[in-house]
């Protein structure tokens, strides 16, 4: 059960620290949430990529590692030094943090269009499979139990798109104070050193 759990969480701490970045993704989500424009569609599409790509990446990537130990310490030192880096660039951010806009008034547009345009900030954007198939997809691999990591990545990308998403009008003053994400670059930064720290121990 603790190998379980510590899976679980470890899915969902990085996950919520890749995610949680300022990005365009982001700040499209919080735009249509504020706007009452199809939002919650435009949630529920983000998580379901993310999902996907999520498991494609722990799932494939696992039957792959799991009969070459060399290619699985390359993934695993890899993995370890990638954390730390985004850890040290989440830190950098922190020193000169931003403020997220959510972007300026349009007019109304389709579901359809709405969500093409979703889907274009999301998949047409490389590093979202360095994230997730890659990073996201070889951590999880190496994970005792990887159904309960990718249910930990799929539970961060849930609750915080449908924050967003419900949440948008709430968190939009809070999301343009650049002390908020000096807060939060800092929890991300602490949450990727921790599990790079817990790869390096093995």
Do not use: K
């Not at 390359?74 to 806009?101: D, K, M, N």
């Not at 360095?130 to 070889?138: K, W």
């Amino acid at each position: 059960m603790n190998a379980i759990w510590q899976s679980y969480f470890n899915g969902l701490l990085v996950a919520a620290g890749l995610i949680m970045a300022i990005g365009a993704q982001n700040a499209f989500v919080l735009a249509q949430s504020l706007r009452r424009e199809h939002h919650l569609p435009v949630a529920a599409l983000c998580i379901l990529c993310d999902v996907l790509l999520v498991s494609v990446g722990v799932f494939g990537l696992a039957a792959v590692l799991a009969n070459n130990p060399v290619l699985l310490d390359i993934t695993r030192w890899g993995g370890a030094a990638f954390l730390l880096w985004y850890g040290l660039l989440a830190l950098r951010r922190a020193a000169r943090p931003q403020s997220l806009h959510s972007g300026g008034s349009a007019a109304p547009r389709s579901r359809r269009a709405v969500l093409l345009a979703a889907l274009a900030v999301t998949l047409l954007n490389p590093h979202v499979y360095l994230d997730t198939v890659v990073l996201i997809g070889s951590l999880g691999a190496q994970q005792p139990e990887p159904g309960a990591y990718t249910l930990g990545a799929a539970s961060a990308s849930t609750l915080w798109f449908l924050t967003l998403a419900l949440g948008g009008a709430w968190l939009a003053p809070w999301l343009a104070r650049p002390l908020t994400w000096r807060l939060i670059d800092l929890g991300v930064a602490a949450m990727m050193f921790a599990i790079a720290a817990q790869l390096i121990v093995g």
